[in-house]
């Protein structure tokens, strides 16, 4: 796919009706023949429009206004470039625990939960968030992550966490102001309820930080599940990461996670971790699959904010 294809995709399928700067920016770059040939500087996997309008918000950057943001980006490319190249889109949403919420809590407890491609590990606290399913209300503390839930069987409550780990190539810290700084810079402007989110969860995580390991999903995953106690059910997960991996590493991080013990809960776009067989998503907006041991069971928005059982 050109660049400015994927310019196009990104503001039909992923912003529409969810950033409507991000869709009128995203727009204009895919027509934007001087900021394409710069993008076009960057190896493909740097292009992406999360990562450019991340950079520039992070720089402090106009991204309100096209034509504003056109001639921030042209005349500010050499620094925006050195950003895009040693940064990555590693947005950490925990709202996508409302989205685990189910399946862990009908596996058999206490668990010790393994986060694949973690960021800062925000989703490692399933046990210390409040969730909003309609008018179904679990827990208490930490940020309240609303979910619009359709079909799904509702979690009986909380689970009990006795272990928590993340592995990550590049593991942010919330303590640190510089990796918060990225972390919120990469949530969408409109999403004022998201940052609040962050700086909640990243205020909770702080006070109890996560195990976090620097490591690849595959050469590394086998060595931290070893790390996990007995007499708790080992589960290891991912959301939003196999994106970031090429087809024959998601391939050898399947079959390294099949031969774990435990569980394995996926939560992909399914053009990345594909199923034989999937019911019609409801709409044309962007889904993920939330799978448990390679058996998927729901399509789920991207930052945790729906999900649809399958019948
Ligand atoms: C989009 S972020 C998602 C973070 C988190 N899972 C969430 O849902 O909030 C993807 C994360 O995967 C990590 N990642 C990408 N490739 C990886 C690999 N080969 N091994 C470990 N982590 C990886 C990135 O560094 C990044 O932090």
Not at 105 to 119: I, K, N, R
Not at 215 to 242: R, W
Not at 284 to 305: I, K, S
Request: contains cysteine; proline residues 10%.
């Amino acid at each position: 796919m050109t660049t400015a294809a994927a310019y196009a995709e990104f503001a039909a399928r992923e912003t529409r009706g969810v950033s409507p700067s991000y869709e009128r920016l995203s727009i204009a770059v895919s027509r934007d023949d001087e900021v394409l040939a710069l993008l076009g500087l960057l190896p493909p996997a740097k292009r992406q429009p999360n990562l450019l309008f991340g950079v520039i918000r992070f720089l402090g950057g106009p991204v309100g206004d096209p034509a504003a943001f056109h001639d921030y980006t042209v005349a500010n490319w050499p620094v925006i470039e050195a950003e895009m190249r040693s940064r990555a889109t590693q947005t950490n949403e925990a709202g996508r625990c409302a989205i685990l919420l189910p399946v862990l809590a009908a596996l058999p407890q206490p668990l010790a939960l393994l986060d694949v491609g973690a960021s800062a590990g925000l989703c490692l606290y399933p046990d210390k968030y409040s969730y909003r399913y309609g008018g179904h209300r679990i827990g208490a503390g930490g940020p309240l992550l609303d979910c619009a839930a359709t079909g799904m069987p509702l979690p009986a409550g909380l689970p009990e966490v006795v272990w928590r780990a993340g592995l990550d190539l590049n593991p942010l810290d919330v303590t640190d102001p510089g990796d918060l700084a990225w972390l919120e810079a990469l949530i969408w402007p409109e999403h004022a309820h998201r940052r609040a989110r962050l700086r909640a969860a990243a205020a909770l995580a702080a006070t109890e930080p996560p195990l976090l390991v620097r490591g690849d999903l595959v050469e590394d995953l086998p060595g931290l599940a070893a790390q996990a106690p007995a007499g708790a059910t080992l589960v290891v997960f991912h959301t939003s990461v196999l994106y970031q991996v090429p087809p024959p590493r998601r391939e050898a991080f399947v079959r390294t996670v099949r031969a774990l013990p435990g569980h394995w809960i996926a939560n992909e776009d399914p053009e990345v971790l594909a199923y034989p067989a999937l019911p019609a998503p409801p709409d044309g907006v962007l889904r993920n699959v939330l799978a448990l041991d390679g058996t998927p069971l729901a399509w789920t928005r991207a930052h945790g904010q729906a999900i649809t059982w399958f019948g």
